[in-house]
């Protein structure tokens, strides 16, 4: 009876692990993460490091499908040392409470545009969470994939920059994250 209980044991635990997406994780040296927004009409662009998470990805399986990612708000760099500092002050990215921008996914599904699949998820920045979708591209990378995406949000909807009027409420953000 012990066998058999034992053995039912490990039969499920195989085919439970079977039914999960392979996991990986992302590399912060083969990643990018790029904003850009009009400030005063011109076009202001920057990356943020500091990516780590795990992700859950076998385009067969796309129902286990699970990105859990964050990024360092103090890593905000738009190549200007005295706009990143402002950046990272409590009335945009307040990079000493919030010191991580998360996005966990909640699906992802084919898309109707080939190559793509389509991602579902929640974004917080600054302690304010809001459900983001967007297109992307799993792209076969060696013993892994890289992920490239890209989308639009309203900083207001994150409270990132107050009420400034030079400043456009609309942020491109484009993604192009390697996991292993």
Avoid at 86 to 96: F, G, P, R, V
Avoid at 120 to 144: E, H, W
């Amino acid at each position: 009876m012990m066998i058999k209980s034992t053995a039912l044991l490990v039969s499920t635990l195989f085919l439970s692990v079977s039914l999960l997406a392979q996991q990986y994780k992302p590399l912060e040296d083969s990643s990018s993460v790029t904003f850009k927004i009009k400030n005063f009409g011109i076009p202001v662009s920057g990356t943020i490091k500091g990516i780590k998470g795990t992700i859950q990805f076998d385009p067969q399986k796309l129902g286990s499908a699970a990105f859990n990612v964050t990024l360092e708000t103090s890593t905000i760099n738009t190549g200007i040392e005295m706009r990143d500092s402002h950046l990272k002050k409590e009335d945009y990215l307040n990079a000493t409470q919030y010191p991580e921008i998360t996005f966990t996914s909640t699906k992802v599904s084919p898309s109707t545009k080939d190559g793509y699949l389509f991602i579902f998820g929640n974004l917080s920045i600054k302690g304010v969470t809001k459900p983001i979708s967007f297109p992307f591209q799993a792209l076969p990378n060696g013993d892994g994939y890289t992920f490239v995406g890209s989308f639009t949000i309203n900083r207001r909807d994150y409270e990132v920059g107050g009420s400034s009027i030079s400043m456009s409420d609309q942020v491109s953000i484009e993604l192009k994250i390697a996991a292993k």
